[in-house]
């Protein structure tokens, strides 16, 4: 179980707290907990928001990851620090596991925190920043590195021979029915198209809850097409995918997301 208390709440569509995840602490007017979609906080992660924090779409927190928005225990009378300030991280951004955040740190979009780090400050977006405190050791164009068309197609195909081989250790199969692969598990049944490359759909053949695998971006026409059909897709060309799905297409998703690829729901 999870506690989470402060006085405002934003959590975003497909953003997940796993177990024994604790928000909350001393609170303010202004206090805010903004959680992005597709997020998500692991296991026994501590965030403090008596100042906000916000954590953008696509953004992973790692376990044990402390997030702190006030720093206080000493008099301040006496001279010591009082520090009350927010907490923004962007969009796309990774925190492993055991990362400190202080109070007043703004992380960009695209960034990745190394592991036991302490940030405070503001690390710029496109970064890989490690150490205590954390340093940018690599940023772009070197970070993240850029992939071919080729390395891209080979990756794909690297995820969906994993994600057949885990359809049949779960007691499915899986079959070549051209233009489909049809997956069968405890009786039930679902079909995909996997469009390589810029290859169109087989629009004749596809019917109600067919589900379509695009490695390039489908154009808007054809989305319009799937959805008059009740058809779902997963587009990791534009990094979309239809609102709902069957459970072959979720499934699915879910597999993506074990290579960091999370895709946002059709509006």
Same mark, same amino acid.
């Given at each position: 179980?999870?506690?989470?208390?402060?006085?405002?709440?934003?959590?975003?569509?497909?953003?997940?707290?796993?177990?024994?995840?604790?928000?909350?602490?001393?609170?303010?007017?202004?206090?805010?907990?903004?959680?992005?979609?597709?997020?998500?906080?692991?296991?026994?992660?501590?965030?403090?928001?008596?100042?906000?924090?916000?954590?953008?779409?696509?953004?992973?927190?790692?376990?044990?990851?402390?997030?702190?928005?006030?720093?206080?225990?000493?008099? !301040?009378?006496?001279?010591?620090?009082?520090?009350?300030?927010?907490?923004?991280?962007?969009?796309?951004?990774?925190?492993?596991?055991?990362?400190?955040?202080?109070?007043?740190? $703004?992380?960009?979009?695209? $960034?990745?925190?190394?592991?036991?780090?302490?940030?405070?400050?503001?690390?710029?977006?496109?970064?890989?920043?490690?150490?205590?405190?954390? =340093?940018?050791?690599?940023?772009?164009?070197?970070?993240?590195?850029?992939?071919?068309?080729?390395?891209?197609?080979?990756?794909?195909?690297?995820?969906?021979?994993?994600?057949?081989?885990?359809?049949?250790?779960?007691?499915? $199969?899986?079959?070549?029915?051209?233009?489909?692969?049809?997956?069968?598990?405890?009786? =039930?049944?679902?079909?995909?198209?996997?469009?390589?490359?810029?290859?169109?759909?087989?629009?004749?053949?596809?019917?109600?809850?067919?589900?379509?695998?695009?490695?390039? !971006?489908?154009?808007?026409?054809?989305?319009?097409?799937?959805?008059?059909?009740?058809?779902?897709?997963?587009?990791?060309?534009?990094? $979309?995918?239809?609102?709902?799905?069957?459970?072959?297409?979720?499934?699915?998703?879910?597999?993506?997301?074990?290579?960091?690829?999370?895709?946002?729901?059709?509006?």
């Amino acid at each position: 179980m999870s506690y989470v208390s402060c006085e405002t709440i934003q959590i975003g569509e497909d953003a997940k707290i796993r177990e024994q995840v604790y928000v909350g602490g001393p609170q303010l007017p202004e206090s805010r907990f903004e959680l992005g979609s597709r997020t998500i906080i692991l296991q026994l992660a501590f965030l403090n928001p008596t100042k906000p924090i916000v954590i953008g779409d696509d953004t992973g927190i790692g376990g044990h990851c402390l997030i702190f928005t006030h720093g206080v225990w000493l008099n !301040a009378l006496d001279g010591y620090p009082v520090n009350y300030e927010p907490v923004t991280l962007g969009k796309s951004v990774w925190l492993p596991w055991r990362v400190f955040v202080m109070p007043g740190t $703004t992380i960009g979009d695209g $960034t990745v925190i190394g592991a036991n780090s302490l940030v405070s400050g503001n690390i710029p977006p496109g970064s890989l920043a490690v150490g205590s405190p954390a =340093k940018v050791i690599r940023s772009a164009p070197d970070f993240p590195r850029v992939l071919s068309d080729e390395q891209r197609a080979a990756l794909v195909t690297q995820l969906m021979k994993e994600f057949d081989e885990f359809v049949r250790y779960h007691g499915g $199969t899986v079959a070549e029915e051209p233009p489909f692969r049809v997956y069968r598990v405890g009786g =039930k049944s679902g079909r995909l198209v996997w469009l390589r490359g810029t290859a169109p759909p087989p629009d004749n053949a596809l019917r109600r809850g067919d589900c379509v695998l695009s490695e390039s !971006a489908l154009p808007e026409k054809v989305r319009e097409g799937f959805r008059a059909r009740d058809v779902h897709w997963l587009d990791l060309g534009s990094k $979309t995918r239809s609102q709902g799905g069957t459970p072959l297409t979720e499934e699915l998703a879910l597999y993506l997301g074990r290579y960091g690829i999370r895709l946002a729901r059709d509006a």
